[in-house]
């Protein structure tokens, strides 16, 4: 035993219970999906757009999007269906390591491949300047996209991490920061989040009047991830839907019901999950000063990074305590550029790393101050879209019970560390 192993030996972990946090289900059932997006794309605007013969560029995310494989698939076949070829883009700014191979082993982690989605999937990082905003910035777009003979715009719409507006995380942002790949992304970003609330929309408007846009589909999620909305909307129509389908979204939001808390056990970040790694607006753990939102924690521990993020520790600098095991997992190459690009720095900082799951959590609850060492509030959650199954402390045990929205599931017990002090359910995983 070294230092480390003497100074947290002492430190009591509490018991945890299961529970199960209950949010509105509504959703849209997976096996209608493909035909939800077929009637929305025929009843739209879009529908008139699409012409035989044309390429139609769809655009691809970065994010863990519900059924974003099968949404994507919908639309490439409608396409078709219409006598146009379409083939996808990577729509991720600087995600992937800001590299065209980065960013389709992104796309291959959702299930997104040449094979999946039977057509073209073309990844560059060039782009085409298609005239300044109007403050004066050069507006970039994919080059593919940009000399396609139109663009499908297909995101998910809900709220943004690093700051608030009418337009916020959705199909304004998929355009200006999605599209615009590295170049743009680094544009938008460079005089910080503060100005996003003006220049999301104001590039959107470049893209709307330059760009061969065709239209968007907008997809809602409910609090448990799943698809609640799909709708689809012409071009002209983006600009005035959009603010009221994120307001729509704000009130579907999940979130932690124990507030305020010590320790918060995150098992898992990463990039699918959120733009932060864990979503804020469910940790309370902003990279900017320009939202709020989400539950107070004194101290926040990350254990792991997920699979899908390749890497990708962004949002490892918004907990106090991660493990070895993450921090092995981080990739400088693949982290960085998007700081290097968004210009927030916190986020991709190193926290105190300890050994295993066990000392990471022991240290979080030393450190805490003023706090019931007996019975701490402690609250811990695979990741940040996965929020309906947690596990709270015993002294939380009074405030579950008396929340109608909450069911406790589980007995009292103790945190179920293997050998290694690592959790033997680490990410869900049945004990």
Known sequence: MGAISELLADVKLPKMVEIRQEFDHTHLEVS???????????????????????????TAGSRGVSNIAM????IADYVKEKGATPFLVPAMGSHGGATAEGQLEVLEAFGITPETMECEIRSSMQTVVLGPSENGKP?????????????????????????????????????????????????????????????????????????????????????????????????????????????????????????????????????????????PNITGRFATPFATGGIKAQRVAVLDLTDETHGNGNGLGLAEVTTMRAYKKFDFEKTYPNSITNTVMSVVMIPMVLYNDKQAIQEALKSCNFIDRENPRVVRIVNTMEVGRIWISEALLPEALANPQVTVVGEPQEFPFDEEGNLKNLKGKAY
Not at 34 to 53: N, Q, T, Y
Not at 71 to 74: E, G, I, M, Q, S
């Open 71 to 74: 949404v994507l698939k919908a």
């Open 139 to 279: 507006v970039h777009c994919d080059k593919h996209a940009a000399e396609s003979d139109g663009i499908i715009v297909c995101g998910r719409v809900k709220t943004h991490t690093a700051f608030r507006g009418p337009y916020e995380s959705g199909i304004c942002k998929m355009m200006g920061i999605g599209l615009g790949k590295q170049k743009g992304a680094e544009v938008l970003h460079q005089d910080g989040f503060g100005q996003m609330v003006d220049e999301v929309p104001m590039f959107a408007r470049v893209f709307l009047e330059k760009a061969p846009i065709l239209g968007a589909l907008a997809l809602v999620e409910n609090a448990y991830d799943q698809t609640r909305e799909i709708i689809a909307l012409d071009k002209d129509e983006i600009m005035d839907e959009e603010p009221g389908i994120l307001a729509r979204s704000k009130t579907y939001m999940p979130r932690i019901l124990f507030d305020p808390v010590d320790v918060l056990i995150v098992d898992e970040i990463g990039k699918n999950c959120s733009g932060d790694g864990m979503d």
């Open 32 to 58: 209608d999906i493909p035909r939800i997006v077929h009637d929305e794309l025929a009843a739209s605007g879009i529908d008139a757009r699409i012409k035989p013969g044309m390429e139609i560029a769809i």
